[in-house]
């Protein structure tokens, strides 16, 4: 085996040091594990860089300490904790530039349905305003030599300096029926705002040669979530084949060993295509647009529940989500409902900073209203909300955790269901 990748020759020297080193970009209502998994493939994320190697140059707030992940969109408040969810495009271009210009190559997650909020990226956007970018730091393409041949030549590839992962682990599911549904006039759906761009065929025109790029390199989507599927289990798509070379070929399973795990549940896609196959388009399009009026509906009741007790329940809905936060109410109430929480600081970097405590429903194909104004019920129960928003205790490593154990990166807690 020949040695490992070298970075392109016609490359300043920093540039050219930093051309195999990636950096990975997701915002503050990315799923936690995105961390995880970043360390689990050795990506260093922009915070652990820059926070290392640039301690004082964080081009979002010189002098300043980086911040963990892009930040997402401002809410009300003028701080991200009661925005909607999404990526703040603005920032991440910043990041991303600095990064760029300094050669790495940019890893950047978008989600398509956030954890908590059910917020979409727009993958569109981000898509249009990295793309100069990506060009005017040679990452659009650029030859690799990853090894040498038998007689020790070269073996040279062109790639991308940069790749667009969408985390579509619910929304990839339902969004493109809910496209079809708005592009077909006989089933009389206008959307409440435009439906996400995020597949495959998602193009940005360089204006100056005229030639289209694909942006998205790589999707996931659960079939736990919308599909419902009984155990955990997903899909992950790319256009871009095998560029890691599987480290055993073993004879007994007839195939190289192209999982993470050594092995794979060859059930769960039975579970898949049992639902695909009951399922047709215009069953599916009725599934979602069902969801859609559910969340519709309990955002309202919900609103009229506030209106009648005349008080802030911070009632939100992000636009298309199939999820309804709102104040938290007391914990026999999050019992019986099994409601999700999170609680955030307005301001991160303030320890005395308003603490905003939420819970979520999600809406999926069998909630009904009965059950929607049953937990309504509830919630109009004199005691169901605390009289005062209160400070839930720091999350702290489970027991069976050593103390001394090492942590595999930095995971906020904040704002990732550890509460």
Same mark, same amino acid.
């Given at each position: ?18 051309? =195999? ?28 860089? #820059? ?31 009661? #925005? ?26 978008? @989600? ?34 990853? #090894? ?47 439906? /996400? ?30 599909? #419902? ?119 991160? @970097? ?32 004199? @005691?169901?909300?605390? /009289? ?17 154990? =090492?942590?595999?990166?930095?995971? /906020? ?7």
């Amino acid at each position: 085996m020949g040695p490992g990748p070298a970075p392109p020759e016609d490359l300043p020297e920093e540039q050219k040091r930093n051309a =195999l080193h990636p950096v990975a970009f997701f915002s503050e209502d990315s799923h936690y594990s995105l961390t995880k998994a970043m360390r689990v493939l050795g990506i260093d994320t922009f915070y652990a860089i #820059g926070q290392r190697d640039y301690p004082t140059d964080n081009p979002l707030d010189p002098g300043r300490p980086w911040p963990k992940e892009v930040p997402s969109e401002r809410g009300p408040s003028g701080y991200s904790a009661d #925005g909607p969810g999404s990526i703040d495009v603005d920032a991440l271009a910043v990041l991303v530039e600095f990064f760029a210009a300094k050669g790495h190559p940019i890893l950047v997650n978008l @989600n398509l349905g956030s954890t908590f909020k059910g917020a979409y990226d727009d993958v569109r956007a981000v898509s249009e305003r990295l793309f100069p970018i990506f060009k005017k730091y040679g990452l659009l393409e650029r030859e690799i030599v990853y #090894g040498k041949d038998q007689d020790g030549n070269p073996l040279k590839d062109t790639r991308r300096g940069f790749w667009l992962h969408v985390d579509g682990a619910l929304g990839a599911a339902y969004l493109p029926f809910l496209r079809m549904a708005a592009d077909n006039p006989n089933y009389e759906y206008v959307p409440e705002v435009p439906i /996400p761009e995020f597949d495959f065929g998602l193009e940005v025109e360089d204006r100056e040669t005229g030639r289209f790029y694909d942006m998205v390199h790589s999707i996931a989507m659960s079939g736990h979530k919308w599909i #419902g599927a009984p155990w955990p289990c997903g899909v992950f798509m790319t256009k871009v084949k095998y560029q890691m070379r599987p480290p055993d070929n073993p004879a007994y399973i007839g195939s190289p060993d192209t999982t993470f795990a050594g092995s794979r549940n060859g059930f769960s896609p039975i579970v898949l295509w049992d639902y695909l196959a009951q399922n047709s388009y215009d069953k599916q399009i009725s599934m979602i647009r069902e969801a859609q009026r559910m969340a519709h509906y309990t955002e309202q009741q919900l609103l009229r529940l506030q209106e009648t007790l005349g008080r802030d329940l911070m009632v939100a809905r992000t636009p298309l989500a199939l999820t309804v936060r709102f104040r938290r109410p007391n914990d026999e109430i999050i019992a019986k409902w099994s409601l999700s929480s999170e609680s955030l600081k307005l301001d991160p @970097n303030d320890p005395n900073s308003r603490q905003l405590d939420y819970v979520h429903v999600f809406l999926m194909p069998w909630a009904k209203p009965g059950m929607i104004d049953e937990l309504v019920k509830d919630l109009h129960a004199p @005691n169901a909300f605390p /009289p005062e928003t209160r400070a839930l205790p720091t999350a702290r490593p489970a027991r069976e955790v050593h103390e001394n154990a =090492l942590s595999l990166a930095h995971v /906020p807690h904040s704002g990732r269901g550890f509460e």
